[in-house]
């Protein structure tokens, strides 16, 4: 039987399951998700796909439209892809301090690029979508830290792939809070089910215990805010990882494991083992969700101290 995607948006999810048997502690059994396997390389790419579809059909977005959002990472790049292939014109904003490479890439997708100065982060970045959509006739901000639609995928996608590629035997599922959407997702689905879910932040941003927002190295993870989809204490616990440790996960991930994957995903492996020796969780199924690849990320210091080049 001949399997032919129609285009790349069926590519979006069932990504696998792989044991992390060498990272693991004695006696737990340490899953990983492989979001890298989706067709951009991150779990972005569910939540891009899904917030088009649902301005889609409330309406909002019409063929010929404009997709407006905020971003230069992963979610910037999974909705330039997406956007593109269904044929909508996409603009981008992003601090202006972003790297070449990275703006090169969104342009060759067909994403247009609007700059905004440093000194107002990304929350001046996510103001200047907002003007340009009431500008723009057609456009829609797809505004994923508010979209419900974002945290609906990954209930619907994310969290009931683990579900059923475990049989069920999942105890404890670990899993990046960035947009929100991952966490608030996976929280919803696996609530009625017993599953304990801990969310992952930066340890020099720990906003969502209540502590103050501040400068990390975990691109993919810690906003500095709380997403409007996301309530803390849904989620069983919160995992606080340093920089270092981030780091570290991933040299572990590349050298024990042979995944080449981002940053973020060496903060979800580094807690996922921490929990792993909890007597809790000693000896259950865990699975670490790793949102992000390797590839794009070489000039992060995790990677270089690898030996990426």
């Not at 909002?60 to 892809?81: H, I, N, Q, R, Y």
């Not at 996608?157 to 966490?183: F, H, K, N, S």
């Not at 995992?239 to 995944?259: I, N, Y």
């Not at 940053?263 to 670490?288: E, Y």
Request: hydrophobic residues 45%; proline residues 6%.
């Amino acid at each position: 039987m001949a399997r032919i995607a129609a285009d790349i948006t069926w590519l979006v999810g069932r990504t696998p399951l792989v044991q992390l048997a060498a990272m693991a502690p004695p006696g737990a059994r340490l899953l990983g998700k492989l979001e890298a396997w989706n067709p951009t390389g991150s779990n972005k790419d569910r939540a891009a796909l899904a917030m088009i579809r649902h301005a889609e059909r409330s309406g909002f977005l019409k063929p010929g439209g404009t997709v407006v959002e905020c971003s230069s990472g992963d979610l910037g790049l999974a909705v330039a892809t997406m956007g593109r292939r269904l044929g909508y014109r996409v603009v981008l904003t992003m601090p202006e301090n972003v790297a070449e490479p990275r703006r090169a890439m969104l342009q060759a997708l067909g994403a247009e690029l609007v700059t905004t100065p440093v000194a107002e982060g990304m929350r001046g970045a996510m103001a200047r979508t907002e003007v340009i959509a009431k500008q723009t006739p057609g456009a829609v901000c797809l505004q994923a830290f508010t979209n419900r639609a974002n945290s609906r995928i990954h209930a619907e996608t994310t969290a009931r792939e683990i579900w059923e590629d475990t049989d069920g035997t999942v105890q404890l599922v670990v899993v990046p809070v960035g947009t929100g959407g991952t966490a608030a997702g996976c929280a919803s689905f696996f609530r009625e089910l017993g599953v304990a879910v801990f969310g992952v932040q930066p340890a020099g941003s720990p906003v969502l215990t209540g502590g103050k927002a501040g400068p990390h190295d975990i691109p993919g993870i810690g906003a500095g805010f709380i997403p409007d989809i996301l309530v803390p204490g849904d989620l069983t616990g919160i995992v606080d990882v340093s920089d270092v440790d981030a780091a570290r996960g991933v040299r572990e991930l590349a050298a024990r494991e042979s995944l080449l994957l981002g940053p973020a995903s060496g903060a979800v492996a580094h807690a996922a083992t921490i929990l792993a020796t909890d007597p809790r969780w000693s000896r259950s199924t865990i699975v670490a969700v790793l949102p992000d690849s390797g590839e794009r990320y070489c000039d992060h210091a995790a990677l270089r101290q690898g030996g990426c080049r």
